[in-house]
Structures are given as structure tokens and as C-alpha cells.
């Protein structure tokens, strides 16, 4: 009977997973179309209290996020958002960067990316990068803390042949 109990759990649990990918994938989808229209906001940057530079797309990728990602019981921790201690009263935590890279971005090299993570009672379970300027997009989760990651690369419209994920090569899907 333990047997059974654990495997049911462990379906739910990638069930859950799937669940928590498919909003990843959908947020990333979002948030890179409406990235490459605000190209534009990258310039005229203004500087946080640490010099490092933000621009008016990561603030609006962020209230995109922002809007679609967290639930009413989940947390959210942006690098453009004020915190909010709450969050640290939250089973689950979204942990977001709207453009990683703000300074490639606004120099127009194509190495920055939007990148979106979720932590469950305190450890990662799953989380994405997409790199629009070059159609790409990768997700990761695992089904339990003790189990490695599964890896999932893929492209809009390019393939992505040599990447890799924790040094494991990776196809595009």
C-alpha cells in the first residue's frame, strides 16, 4: 500500500511540474514578444541607487511577469520590484529577472535573456531563460528535491544544437 501512496505522490508531484513548466513557457512566450516591440526602451536608461542600469522594458516585462505568473498563495521576488516580506510566509516563490543583462540589452548585444525561477518550501523546482534575440528558450524542473534536474531546450524558430544543460548536450524539442 506505501508503495502505491508514493507513487500516486510522485505523479501529482510531475503533474505539478508540467503544471508549473507549461506557466513558465507561457510567461517566457509573452514576455519575449513583447520584449523585441520594446527594443526601443532601451534607450534613455535610468540608474538604481547601485548604478546598475534599468530600463523602461525590464519595469514593464516585470508587471507583465508579475501579472501572469504568481497565484494568490505564491510569492514573487523581482530585481525590479520593492520586496515584499510576505513572500517568505509562502509555500511557493517565483523569483524573476526581467532582462538579465540590462546593459547588453541596452547596448544591443545579444547576449541577455528573461529569466524566471520557482522555489517550493525553500529549494528550486523548476525555472527558465528565454534569449530572444537569438529564439531560444530553456526550461528546467525536478519531480522531488532528491532527483536531478530534467532539462528541456527548445527554439521558436532556430534550433539550438550544441547547448547544453548541467554539461549534458541538449536537443532542441
Keep these: 500500500m ?12 510531475l503533474s505539478s511540474r508540467e503544471r508549473d513548466l507549461n506557466r513558465i513557457s507561457k510567461a517566457l512566450d509573452a514576455a519575449a514578444s ?8 532601451a534607450n534613455d536608461p535610468k540608474y538604481k541607487c547601485n548604478r546598475d542600469p534599468v ?4 519595469l514593464m516585462l516585470n508587471q507583465l511577469l508579475l501579472r501572469t505568473l504568481p497565484r494568490e498563495d505564491e510569492g514573487w521576488l523581482s530585481e525590479e520590484s520593492k520586496d515584499n516580506p510576505s513572500r517568505l510566509r509562502k509555500r511557493r516563490v517565483w523569483v524573476v529577472d526581467p532582462i538579465d543583462g540590462t546593459k547588453e540589452f ?3 548585444i545579444p547576449e541577455w535573456c528573461i529569466s524566471i525561477g520557482l522555489v517550493e518550501d525553500g ?18 524542473a ?18 539550438l544544437e550544441g547547448r547544453t544543460c548541467f554539461g549534458q548536450p541538449q536537443r532542441s524539442q
Design 2 to 13: 506505501k508503495a502505491t501512496e508514493n507513487q500516486a505522490q510522485a505523479k501529482e508531484l
Design 34 to 41: 513583447a520584449v523585441l516591440d520594446l527594443r526601443l526602451c
Design 55 to 58: 530600463t523602461a522594458a525590464d
Design 123 to 140: 529549494q528550486p523546482a523548476a525555472g527558465g531563460v528565454a534569449n530572444p534575440s537569438r529564439r531560444g528558450i530553456s526550461r528546467v
Design 106 to 108: 541596452i547596448q544591443g
Design 142 to 159: 525536478r519531480n522531488r528535491p532528491d532527483r536531478a534536474w530534467k532539462c528541456w531546450s527548445g527554439a521558436r524558430s532556430t534550433a
